[in-house]
């Protein structure tokens, strides 16, 4: 029976990836909640805004077509539009 002297440098080396793979995983995932929580104010507001737009801007296009007619809801959408735009700029 021969036994060597010499270290077990794989396994040592399999073990060293595995703790370096591990720890950027839980590095990245870390990163990644950071910047979801950096970001969750501003984006909970454009989603409500962008929201707010895709149900009124039918809802008052059909509005002013009951009411006063085809001519007041073009005028009524650019008028929608304009203000839009003035809220992003």
Do not use: C, H
């Not at 029976?1 to 399999?14: F, V, W």
């Not at 984006?43 to 409500?48: I, P, Q, R």
């Not at 801007?57 to 009524?76: C, D, E």
């Not at 959408?77 to 839009?84: K, N, P």
């Amino acid at each position: 029976m021969l036994i060597s002297n010499k270290p077990n440098i794989r396994g040592i080396r399999k073990i060293a990836a595995d703790v370096k793979y591990r720890t950027q995983l839980i590095g990245r995932d870390q990163r990644l909640f950071a910047g979801l929580i950096a970001t969750r104010i501003e984006g909970m507001a454009l989603g409500f805004v962008f929201a707010l737009v895709l149900v009124l801007v039918p809802f008052l296009w059909v509005l002013y077509g009951l009411l006063v007619g085809v001519g007041a809801a073009i005028v009524g959408l650019i008028f929608i539009i304009a203000i839009l735009m003035a809220l992003f700029n």
